[in-house]
């Protein structure tokens, strides 16, 4: 048989040889039966010096071309082969994802944090401060200051809690409201003024399912030279938005305050309804919940903190954390804030 | 308030009667509607009816054979009440009437006689439980009409929420007031005549304290006869909430839900010495009120007195011995003018809450007791019979007239947005019943009935209400500069940080139980801030410490089965010491306390997890001071109240101490029922939210390190700390980090010391350390543990 024949044979054999190779070493064995020293191809290559120097370059070229497509075949092979075994090492390299097998810890902001965080945020973006005041707070503050003259039913003991602490006539107390830090701030500070001030107040108050004896308010205050009943419903609207979702509306009625002239009660478009649903699990039907009291400054109050409300005007405005919390999140009975039951916490992460 | 629909209309006539309409309207003017009730009667069928004859039955003698006309002819009804003779209006429940209970009429034959429909009474038309016979109804009321009419059904009954200061609108006058204004239509009071007859009542009154009682108006009417109102006036009063009891008190309830002026009638006979005082009571004093409970009285009670003492609480509540009766015979009217705090604090300090008081103590227009004496004198003379003496007592000892105020267009402007003419002022404020002069300012005079208008800014409001809060348009103040303060931005640096490493956030009531506090461990109960009125012992003591709080809710937690807690706080804690801040003000400090036990810090299979106890209090107190920048801190190992003495420390931040970390003491675990070891600790807040010194930056050094350990053998006595830093120390700033990979001691180690294994790993900022170089130093670093008392393991 002469050497052309004999390449051609092992052209024609080689494609079945190395498909039929399962593994890289069965293919390694192909390759020497193909192209080794002791393969027809080793033998054509052993030859090649006694071959008439006419025939020699096409015999030499025929052997090359025929080594190189059988590399080229063995070298897929071999890619491919590999990618398998790539593919079950890595199959034995599988776990179980569903398995929790190491966790780092989280915590989380009290639910009535958050919910201040995010408020206090949306007002710092309208160019608010954050201001804070004693919790124990003299009587001057939590009411007189306030336009709350002695003779009004909130300053009687029924509804103030009372420290035994300094002079009678201080009436020292545990304020009643976020208001006095309004005052104190306004004191310190000149006009333009526009704060926010989160924090607890204390009421006289039997703890059910809807009260606590302490709990969070949000006050806010904006003092400048201005302000107008419009900026009041403006910057409510903003804040609607921004906390309920962007089509939230939001509807001020009359209302009275001792501290606010106009006075009013805000109320925003149901976020779960949108007013549309019968026994809507958030605002019962209605479509509104009222969410927070606000109002024109009284003068009496600009004047007690030493501003002329003949030359500002302001605005003023009060929210519950925990009842803002409780209409977001479906929460149903307020001890849950107190209780600090981590699986009631952990929900808030 | 509950107001009628159709009680209301006899004050108005409204351009709709749509009860959602009239809500929305109600509420926009400030009058708050709460719900709104339809009323609507609970039977079909039943008519006015008048008896024309009454015969026996000829085969039953507990029934009788009568005929009834209801406007088309008699017919036939047997009827088993007797309460009732031939010409009575009756209430007929004809054939094919369905009464409450679903009760169904027809015709039927009773012993042969057939009888159609039934005669009701009150009973079986589920209006009251009067059991006395069949309904017999007052007056002549038109035949044929339906029952249902008569009791002005069907209505609707509006449950308003009126402001406190707005006792004006606690009457069907105030809100037909504020409808007018809205509408603008015009409210009316419909006149009860008054026949009075000559004479004057025997009776004087004497007001000796003008500041509580600023008017004193009486009317006597003489030969009444008290019995039942008519129904009508019942169920009136019905729909408004309040109990029918006689129709000499029925009036009194009638004209102050009507005009908002609160009544009160005497007995004229049981008044004693025919003179009535008013004044402060005098300690030791009492009076039996209406109520049959004895009260004691206080030198501030506003008291009205006869010759034998006592006899009626001020705008508040008539005293028993003055009550009207069923044998009253003359009436001596009250409506008087009550300074609101003193009946405010009276009716408080007896806790009596009544219809009155409310209405007094918020403001009753003091120049209306004339209009509701009279119009109630005129109502007793229709329901009771009698007559009206002519003699009028009226008592003015404070008069109060109208009140007269400026207000400027630009003030109005100022407030409320361009665009309020001076037409649409004056004309909103004409329209509640002031009167407007001038042109700008506006001069004003507001009716007495109005006491809570008494500033230019109050009119502000008035003329935003009746303009519509609804029309005013949304507008945004010009920006301003912002933003949190560097404390409060640490702040959430440090909660965050917290919160990284596991823990939750808490939020604890700021009152300590006593049980709580000397559980804990805390001594010093001198200086504890008390709450004067509280309403709990729970919610007596102000907490001094977060910690007995804190552990509170890990008890919680333990007892509903969650064994591993992390809990922080940040919040106040008080104590009886004057603050710094005020010296008027007790001491209220901001503190940040935390408490972790079971398990704590990351997690994994087949790993024991770490359990929480005082190093791991330490640990959070570094990861605190890390996040937080601060550098400067020290230990001094020591116990405090409640903090276990051997497994806590002082921690001292630039030279100050700022709060104790560690373990809680075994007597606190077992106080608050924990099972295992619980790591504690509470700082205080300002000094960890102080800023601290900013971070110089040093550029990584490029040359390569050299690492190696050193495993000393340690006194007991001697901090590793103090180790590690003196070797540190040693290695003049060579050193780039230092770890402590183990602490051992036990077998194999000297009695009285610890095996202490450092790694440390040396790189010098300038050039390549090398072996030579790092020699002397690694040297200094052991001779410097060794003037500790320490020694090289191993050498």
New interface residues.
């Given amino acids: 048989m002469d050497s052309t024949a004999a390449l051609d044979d092992v052209l024609a054999a080689a494609p079945a040889a190395i498909d039929a190779a399962a593994t890289l070493e069965e293919l390694d064995r192909v390759e020497s039966g193909l192209l080794g020293k002791s393969s027809p191809v080793g033998d054509v290559r052993r030859s090649m010096g006694g071959l008439d120097p006419a025939e020699r370059p096409i015999i030499g070229a025929r052997l090359n071309e025929v080594t190189e497509r059988i590399q080229g075949m063995l070298e897929k092979r071999r890619a491919a082969l590999e990618m398998e075994r790539e593919a079950l090492l890595l199959e034995d390299d599988r776990i179980d994802v569903s398995?929790e097998?190491?966790?780092?810890?989280?915590?989380?902001?009290?639910p009535?944090?958050q919910t201040i965080?995010e408020i206090?945020d949306i007002?710092?973006g309208?160019?608010?401060?954050?201001a804070d005041g004693?919790?124990?707070?003299?009587g001057w503050y939590n009411f007189d200051a306030l336009n709350t003259p002695p003779?009004h039913?909130a300053r009687?003991?029924?509804d103030?809690?009372?420290?035994?602490?300094?002079?009678p006539e201080?009436e020292?107390l545990?304020r009643t409201q976020t208001s006095p830090v309004q005052v104190r701030w306004m004191e310190e500070h000149q006009p333009?003024v526009?704060v926010v001030a989160p924090g607890?107040v204390y009421r006289?108050?039997?703890t059910d399912a809807t009260h606590?004896?302490?709990f969070h308010q949000i006050e806010g205050l904006?003092v400048?030279q201005?302000?107008?009943?419009?900026?009041l419903?403006?910057?409510l609207?903003?804040f609607s938005r921004e906390f309920f979702g962007p089509e939230t509306r939001v509807?001020?009625?009359?209302?009275?305050f001792p501290f606010t002239?106009?006075?009013?009660?805000l109320s925003v478009s149901c976020f779960a309804c949108d007013g549309g649903q019968p026994g809507c699990r958030v605002c019962g039907g209605a479509g509104w919940l009222e969410i927070l009291g606000c109002g024109?400054v009284?003068?009496n109050v600009l004047e007690a903190a030493g501003y002329d409300p003949a030359q500002v005007?302001g605005f003023a405005f009060g929210m519950g954390a925990e009842r803002m919390t409780m209409v977001r999140h479906g929460i149903n009975d307020i001890r849950h804030?107190?209780?600090?039951?981590?699986?009631f916490?952990?929900q808030f992460r | 308030m509950r107001v009628s629909l159709l009680w209301l209309q006899e004050f108005i006539d409204l351009p709709t009667t749509d009860p959602g309409e009239l809500s929305g309207v109600l509420?926009?003017?400030?009058h708050?509607v709460e719900s709104y009730e339809i009323l609507q009667a609970d039977w079909s069928d039943v008519y006015v009816g008048r008896v024309s004859d009454i015969a026996a039955h000829p085969d039953a003698d507990k029934v009788r054979v009568c005929q009834v006309d209801t406007g088309s002819g008699p017919e036939q009804i047997i009827c088993g009440a007797w309460n009732f003779s031939e010409g009575a209006y009756v209430a007929v429940a004809k054939p094919g009437a369905v009464l409450p209970g679903d009760l169904q009429i027809g015709q039927r034959t009773i012993r042969g006689v057939e009888s159609n429909g039934m005669i009701c009474s009150e009973n079986e038309l589920g209006l009251g439980d009067d059991h006395t016979g069949i309904l017999v109804l007052d007056g002549e009321p038109e035949l044929g009409i339906p029952f249902a009419e008569l009791i002005e059904l069907p209505d609707v009954v509006f449950d308003l929420s009126i402001?406190?200061?707005?006792p004006d609108a606690m009457s069907l006058v105030g809100i037909a007031r504020d409808l007018s204004a809205h509408y603008r239509v015009p409210y009316r009071v419909a006149p009860r005549p008054l026949s009075p007859v000559p004479g004057s009542p025997d009776i004087a009154v004497k007001i000796e304290d003008p500041i509580g009682c600023r008017r004193f108006t009486a009317r006597e009417i003489r030969g009444i006869t008290i019995r039942r109102s008519p129904l009508r006036v019942r169920h009136r009063l019905a729909k408004a909430g309040v109990r029918a009891i006689s129709n000499v008190v029925d009036v009194t309830n009638y004209v102050m839900i009507e005009l908002g002026h609160p009544l009160h009638a005497f007995d004229a006979a049981t008044i004693a010495g025919d003179r009535l005082v008013v004044r402060r009571a005098s300690v030791g004093e009492t009076l039996v009120t209406l109520d049959d409970v004895e009260r004691k009285l206080t030198p501030d009670d506003l008291i009205i007195y006869d010759a034998e003492g006592p006899t009626s609480m001020s705008g508040t509540m008539g005293g028993a011995r003055s009550e009207v009766s069923e044998r009253t015979v003359d009436v001596l009217m009250e409506a008087a003018s009550w300074d609101?705090?003193t009946i405010?604090?009276m009716s408080?300090r007896h806790g009596l809450m009544s219809e009155a008081s409310r209405r007094f103590?918020r403001g009753v227009d003091p120049n209306l007791t004339d209009m509701a004496n009279a119009r109630a004198a005129a109502m007793v003379v229709e329901l009771a019979g009698g007559a009206v003496l002519e003699g009028v007592i009226d008592e003015i000892a404070t008069p109060i007239g109208p009140l007269t105020t400026d207000l400027t267009l630009g003030h109005v402007e100022?407030?409320?947005?361009p665009g309020f003419t001076k037409d649409e002022v004056t004309g909103i404020l004409e329209s509640l019943g002031m009167e407007v002069a001038g042109n700008d300012p506006l001069t004003v005079t507001v009716p007495t009935y109005r006491p809570?208008v008494t500033?230019p800014?109050?009119l502000?409001?008035e003329v935003?209400?009746i303009h519509g809060?609804?029309r005013?348009?949304?507008?945004?103040?010009?920006?301003?500069?912002?933003?949190?303060?560097a404390e409060?931005r640490r702040l959430?640096t440090l909660?965050s940080a917290?919160?990284?490493?596991?823990?939750?956030?808490?939020?604890?009531?700021?009152?300590v139980t006593q049980e709580d506090l000397s559980g804990f461990g805390w001594a010093d109960t001198d200086r504890l801030?008390?709450?004067?009125?509280?309403?709990r012992d729970e919610?007596a003591t102000?907490r001094p410490t977060l910690l007995p709080g804190l552990l509170g809710?890990a008890r919680?937690?333990v007892a509903?089965g969650?064994d591993s807690?992390?809990?922080f706080e940040a919040?106040?804690t008080?104590t009886?010491a004057p603050?710094p801040?005020?010296a008027?003000?007790?001491d209220?400090v901001e503190r940040l306390g935390w408490v972790l036990t079971g398990d704590?810090?990351?997690?994994?299979?087949g790993v024991a997890p770490t359990r929480a106890d005082a190093s791991v209090s330490f640990s959070v107190l570094r990861h605190v001071m890390a996040a937080l920048g601060h550098r400067g801190l020290t230990l001094q190992p020591q116990g405090a109240p409640g903090f276990h003495p051997g497994r806590s420390a002082a921690v001292i931040l630039d030279g100050h101490v700022i709060g104790h970390v560690g373990e809680l003491a075994p007597a606190g675990t077992g106080h608050f029922q924990l099972p295992e070891r619980v790591a504690i600790g509470e700082l205080d807040l300002a000094p960890l939210l102080a800023p601290a010194p900013l971070a110089e930056a040093v550029s990584p050094s490029p040359f390569p390190h050299v690492d190696f350990d050193l495993s000393f053998l340690l006194p007991l006595d001697v901090p590793v700390g103090d180790l590690v830093q003196a070797t540190v120390e040693a290695a003049s700033g060579l050193v780039e980090s230092a770890r402590v990979f183990d602490v051992f001691h036990g077998p194999g180690v000297t009695e009285g010391n610890r095996a202490v294994a450092i790694a440390y790993r040396l790189r010098s900022a300038e050039h390549t350390l090398t072996n030579e170089a790092v020699k002397p130093v690694r040297l200094a670093m052991v001779a410097a543990g060794e003037s500790l008392g320490a020694r090289l393991r191993g050498a």
């Fill in positions: 398995l097998s190491h966790s780092f810890p989280l915590g989380a902001l009290h009535i944090q965080d206090v007002f710092v309208l160019g608010y401060r954050v004693p919790e124990a707070e003299l003779t039913p009687l003991e029924s103030t809690l009372y420290l035994a602490h300094g002079k201080d020292v545990l333009p526009y607890k006289q108050e039997t606590l004896p302490v904006a400048d201005s302000i107008q009943f419009s900026d419903i403006g910057t609207a903003h509807r001020l009625r009359p209302d009275f002239e106009p006075s009013a009660d024109m009284d003068p005007s804030f107190i209780d600090n039951d981590l699986r916490l952990s | 509420t926009m003017l400030g708050e402001t406190s200061n707005r609101p705090p405010m604090y408080r103590e100022r407030i409320l947005g809570d500033r800014i109050d502000i409001e935003a209400r809060y609804d005013f348009p949304a507008t945004l103040p010009v920006g301003r500069a912002g933003g949190l303060t409060q959430r909660k917290l919160v990284g490493i596991g823990l939750f956030e808490a939020v604890t009531l700021p009152f801030l008390h709450v004067a009125n509280p309403l919610e102000m809710a919680f937690n509903r969650t807690i992390g809990l919040s106040r008080f009886g603050s801040m005020d008027r003000l007790p209220q704590a810090g990351p997690s994994a299979l």
